[in-house]
């Protein structure tokens, strides 16, 4: 390859990579209504698929601060308030499921100066 063509062809790839997309970018398949299937099924807080997602999705909101937990918070609790409110929104299951239960979530776990 030529220095000109190695060139346009680092520059090109360097152009992509610096590309942000309007939406958000999810790679997940997972769908809301399956995630509501899975949580509706399965009660309680033992290893499932709905337990988590909801546990993964509750941490990394956390440790973003995008939420924020008392330190009374539990497993039971995170798990009820997002099993709650996936089954009461049907209207959002068109939604990633990521963002339905980050809804739940900032409701339940504000970051304000209210806590």
Known sequence: MTRIALFLFAA?????MGRVSAEPVVVSTVKTPFLAQEC??????????CVGYIL???????????ICP???SSTEQAVAVARKFIADNPKLW???????VRLA?????PCDAKR
């Open 40 to 49: 509706q099924r399965a009660q309680g807080t033992g290893a499932d698929f």
């Open 56 to 66: 993964a999705a509750f941490d990394a909101l956390a440790i973003t601060k995008t």
């Open 94 to 100: 068109n939604r990633h499921p990521i963002f339905v």
């Open 105 to 109: 979530f900032e409701d339940a776990f």
């Open 12 to 16: 090109g790839i360097l152009a992509q």
């Open 70 to 72: 008392g330190e009374n």
